[in-house]
């Protein structure tokens, strides 16, 4: 089972550990590679900080995700939730086709879409939408942001010229430029969301070990509902999905994300600029998501 060093730490870990270091969990049978610390579906990453001990070097998360929330009505923040979802949704039908029981991102997505409550009229027209639609390429974007922090821009478009230019000209008008290796600061992983309340930092950490999760991350919905991000490899995505699921576990939503392994410490000051610049990147149609690193100063 689990190493003695990481059952120790389950007997003496106590509620102030919960703004702590990131740090990695053994799965129960196996030497699972060194995971992340993490990141959501639409705007990107989501704010973390790791369930266990040490010192607290993830704990000013939790100030960044009261920046980031996008501002401006709720009806609006959902209108371009859904629109997001759209644009994932025809990106999982061009690379696996229309079919979700043969095309497992696309499952996902429509999975996540259900866990936001979007209709499933709009579901259904974005699925026929995406089978019709004219040719469009995927791009991603590297960048750097206000305080050195570290972007990755994923986008979907129908002139790569175009979306390039406004990309661009969004991140020298907001503090930021392109930046060629951003990517090398982040590990594509299996993320499974789960709602967090009523879930001691204990009963979380036991759920990790015991689903075969690599890491237990505590985080916020966008409306700051708490929730926990189980992170292991893309492999064994659906094994600890359904491993949850079998301990008692709602999922949320369970899909791959782009976790960074490398954080950029914030001050607020640049919190607010890097807040600015990734609302304005995610206004922008043919932006699908944006991944950060960042990590508020305590």
Known sequence: MAAPALLRALRTLRPPALAAVSSRLPAPDSVLPPACCAPSPVSGTLPVRTLLLSAASCAGHNKWSKVKNIKGPKDEARGRMFMKFGMMIRIAVKEGGSNPDL???????LEQCRSKNMPKASVDAAIKSAE??????QHMFEARGPGGCLLLIEVLTDNSSRTHQEVKRLLTKNGGMLSDGARHSFNRRGVVLVPGHNVSTERALELAIEAGAEDVLETEDEDEKPLLQFICDM?????????????????????????PHNHSSLDQEQLDAASTLIEALTDYPDVVRVWDNIQAHS
């Open 235 to 259: 492999t064994e995505l659906n094994k600890v999905r359904v491993s949850l699921e079998k301990l008692g576990m709602q999922i949320s939503s369970a899909g791959s994300e782009f976790v």
């Open 103 to 109: 095309n497992l991102n696309l499952a996902q997505i």
């Open 132 to 137: 019709k639609s004219k040719p469009a390429t």
